[in-house]
């Protein structure tokens, strides 16, 4: 054995390949079954860590089922970072192209609004801004007006109630869910994210102020995903979050 | 003796946020904590809010477990600087990361891989330890690692090569008892005969943690370390005869997986305690020099 990169590493993630030679017990016998530990370890590390990142994919699928397409996932995606807290950014995508799991349509989106709950969880902290001084703008300056929001708010759109399939999943006595999209919004006022279902074309008027577009602009993108849309609710709820940290002195065009 | 660290010699437990509040309620006879480096480097939020609560109130130590020291491929800078950023605010009472390896260019396997102890190696790490000890700022404390095989291309034993590693590069060593346990059965060597050949006096912290049982290709009894099971009584009295020759030293008990209760974890730290409470009836002109 002379490298532990060329020669090491590519049988520790490949259970097919030989273990590799000049690797012994303590009496110079091949090791053998011992190298499983090895592996063992990285492989069931990294499918403990995606449970831990994505409990209500793991419910949804059930433990033999996530199992089974967690193991898939780590050997085709090992960690690019040492901070695990960050791992599994991938696994939306893998979930929405894995045919094994193609009849349960809503699961990437699940999966992506579980990251969105756990990059909420580790963003960093943020003061929110006195909610008078929103109060103190007359309404043509409030719709030029454009926010910092906390770095911990999330959101996403979905063609599936996303939040109403999470919440029935992970709280106890939460209705059925019922067909129809569903856009969420993350936020974080203390140190546990919430998520919040919003009107379609919630999550547009959400990420075009967090792109830095004044609130007019935002709610006119908002309109485009739905002509009902009416930013007033939004805008109460990111207040009651905590979520707008500061004015912006110049909207982004 | 040099010191390595500025933990109590007393008992330290391996911080887990489920005991948050039994800790800052009552945390007796834990006088430390050591918490996992890789936890602390998100931008906010509960870990980082909890830890800077726990650091008013004990001396911590930062525990890394992803640097890769004994890695072929240079140390990610990226990894070095927010190591940097944590004990920067943090000043914590001690560093320690491990002799062991887990990334390999881009890719991180989340594990404690072991590497060949060779004339090669030793320059490498050496170098990898005198880039962290200078970007840090501090010393560092290397601990030795659990084994489940060996390299046939070895030509040092372990301990003297982490003898070497410290004289080299100055740092202190982290003696992990259940480590050499835990490799003395897997490798058949006599754990007494590893201790005695330690550098004891470069060791600023010891660590205990639970082991599980296996067995090899050839029925022998190979060991996992697990930490997910109280220390075993083999270990306890290893400990005994590290702490005769050692002295008193801040002991941590680890136990990460299926975490029990508080009062579970304050019972093995009691008996870390009681370890370190008879050596002072046994030697109490050091044990009052180092205390």
Same mark, same amino acid.
């Given at each position: 054995?002379?490298?532990?990169?060329?020669? $090491?590493? %590519?049988?520790?993630?490949?259970?097919?390949?030989?273990?590799?030679?000049?690797?012994?017990?303590?009496?110079?016998?091949?090791?053998?079954?011992?190298?499983?530990?090895?592996?063992?370890?990285?492989?069931?590390?990294?499918?403990?860590?995606?449970?831990?990142?994505?409990?209500?994919?793991?419910?949804?699928?059930?433990?033999?089922?996530?199992?089974?397409?967690?193991?898939?996932?780590?050997?085709?995606?090992?960690?690019?970072?040492?901070?695990?807290?960050?791992?599994? *950014?991938?696994?939306?995508?893998?979930?929405?192209?894995?045919?094994?799991?193609?009849?349960?349509?809503?699961?990437?989106?699940?999966?992506?609004?579980?990251?969105?709950?756990?990059? *909420?969880?580790?963003?960093?902290?943020?003061? %929110?801004?006195?909610? +008078?001084?929103?109060?103190?703008?007359?309404?043509?300056?409030?719709?030029?007006?454009? $926010?910092?929001? +906390?770095?911990?708010?999330?959101?996403?759109?979905?063609?599936?109630?996303?939040?109403?399939?999470?919440?029935?999943?992970?709280?106890?006595?939460? %209705?059925? %869910?019922?067909?129809?999209?569903?856009?969420?919004?993350?936020?974080?006022?203390?140190?546990?994210?919430?998520?919040?279902?919003?009107?379609?074309?919630?999550?547009?008027?959400?990420?075009?102020?967090?792109?830095?577009?004044?609130?007019?602009?935002?709610?006119?993108?908002?309109?485009?995903?739905?002509?009902?849309?009416?930013?007033?609710?939004?805008?109460?709820?990111?207040?009651?979050?905590? *979520?707008? +940290?500061?004015?912006?002195?110049?909207?982004?065009? | 003796?040099?010191?390595?660290?500025?933990?109590?010699?007393?008992?330290?437990?391996?911080?887990?946020?489920?005991?948050?509040?039994?800790?800052?309620?009552?945390?007796?006879?834990?006088?430390?904590?050591?918490?996992?480096?890789?936890?602390?480097?998100?931008?906010?939020?509960?870990?980082?809010?909890?830890?800077?609560?726990?650091?008013?109130?004990?001396?911590?130590?930062?525990?890394?477990?992803?640097?890769?020291?004994?890695?072929?491929?240079?140390?990610?800078?990226?990894? =070095?600087?927010?190591?940097?950023?944590?004990?920067?605010?943090?000043?914590?009472?001690? #560093?320690?990361?491990?002799?062991?390896?887990?990334?390999?260019?881009?890719?991180?396997?989340?594990?404690?891989?072991?590497?060949?102890?060779?004339?090669?190696?030793?320059?490498?790490?050496?170098?990898?330890?005198?880039?962290?000890?200078?970007?840090?700022?501090?010393?560092?404390?290397?601990?030795?690692?659990?084994?489940? =095989?060996?390299?046939?291309?070895?030509?040092?034993?372990?301990?003297?090569?982490?003898?070497? =590693?410290?004289?080299?590069?100055?740092?202190?060593?982290?003696?992990?008892?259940?480590?050499?346990?835990?490799?003395?059965?897997?490798?058949? #060597?006599?754990?007494?005969?590893?201790?005695?050949? #330690?550098?004891?006096?470069?060791?600023?912290?010891?660590?205990?943690?639970?082991?599980?049982?296996?067995?090899?290709?050839?029925?022998?009894?190979?060991?996992?370390?697990?930490?997910?099971?109280?220390?075993?009584?083999?270990?306890?009295?290893?400990?005994?005869?590290?702490?005769?020759?050692?002295?008193?030293?801040?002991? =941590?008990?680890?136990?990460?997986?299926?975490?029990?209760?508080?009062?579970?974890?304050?019972?093995?730290?009691?008996?870390?305690?009681?370890?370190?409470?008879?050596?002072?009836?046994?030697?109490?002109?050091?044990?009052?020099?180092?205390?």
């Amino acid at each position: 054995m002379t490298s532990l990169g060329a020669d $090491f590493l %590519p049988a520790l993630v490949d259970p097919d390949l030989p273990v590799p030679a000049g690797l012994q017990d303590g009496k110079g016998r091949p090791a053998g079954r011992r190298f499983n530990v090895y592996r063992n370890n990285v492989t069931v590390s990294l499918m403990e860590a995606l449970e831990q990142g994505f409990p209500a994919v793991a419910k949804l699928l059930g433990p033999q089922n996530f199992a089974n397409v967690a193991r898939i996932f780590v050997r085709e995606n090992p960690p690019q970072s040492q901070l695990m807290m960050h791992y599994g *950014a991938a696994f939306p995508t893998f979930l929405a192209k894995l045919p094994a799991v193609a009849h349960l349509g809503y699961l990437a989106d699940v999966a992506r609004l579980e990251l969105a709950m756990r990059r *909420a969880y580790h963003a960093a902290d943020s003061t %929110p801004l006195d909610p +008078a001084v929103l109060g103190a703008l007359s309404p043509d300056t409030l719709a030029a007006t454009a $926010f910092h929001l +906390a770095p911990s708010v999330q959101t996403l759109a979905s063609t599936w109630p996303v939040h109403a399939i999470w919440t029935y999943t992970m709280v106890q006595g939460s %209705p059925k %869910p019922q067909a129809a999209p569903q856009d969420v919004l993350v936020m974080r006022p203390d140190f546990d994210p919430e998520p919040h279902a919003l009107a379609t074309g919630g999550a547009a008027f959400i990420t075009s102020l967090m792109n830095g577009h004044s609130l007019g602009a935002a709610h006119d993108h908002a309109v485009s995903a739905n002509l009902q849309f009416d930013p007033t609710e939004t805008l109460g709820l990111l207040i009651a979050g905590e *979520a707008i +940290a500061a004015l912006r002195l110049e909207p982004v065009e | 003796m040099t010191q390595h660290s500025t933990l109590p010699a007393a008992p330290g437990i391996g911080y887990k946020p489920q005991h948050y509040s039994a800790i800052m309620d009552d945390a007796r006879p834990v006088r430390w904590l050591e918490i996992h480096a890789e936890n602390y480097m998100g931008g906010g939020g509960r870990p980082l809010a909890q830890l800077r609560h726990l650091a008013e109130r004990f001396p911590v130590s930062v525990h890394g477990v992803g640097l890769s020291i004994g890695g072929e491929t240079p140390l990610d800078p990226d990894h =070095l600087a927010r190591l940097k950023h944590l004990c920067d605010w943090l000043n914590p009472a001690s #560093f320690s990361e491990h002799l062991a390896w887990s990334t390999h260019d881009s890719a991180f396997l989340n594990d404690l891989l072991p590497l060949p102890y060779t004339d090669k190696t030793l320059t490498r790490v050496g170098d990898h330890i005198d880039q962290v000890q200078n970007c840090l700022g501090r010393q560092m404390l290397l601990e030795n690692p659990s084994s489940y =095989l060996a390299f046939a291309t070895s030509t040092w034993a372990e301990p003297d090569f982490l003898r070497e =590693l410290a004289r080299r590069t100055g740092c202190g060593l982290l003696l992990d008892v259940n480590n050499v346990f835990v490799s003395a059965t897997n490798l058949g #060597f006599d754990p007494r005969g590893y201790v005695d050949a #330690f550098p004891l006096d470069a060791v600023g912290e010891i660590h205990l943690g639970g082991h599980d049982t296996d067995t090899d290709d050839h029925g022998a009894p190979l060991l996992i370390d697990a930490h997910g099971t109280a220390v075993a009584d083999p270990v306890w009295t290893l400990l005994d005869h590290v702490l005769a020759k050692s002295g008193p030293r801040p002991v =941590l008990v680890e136990w990460d997986n299926d975490v029990p209760d508080w009062p579970v974890l304050a019972d093995e730290a009691r008996r870390a305690e009681k370890a370190l409470a008879a050596l002072r009836m046994q030697r109490p002109a050091r044990s009052a020099a180092v205390a």
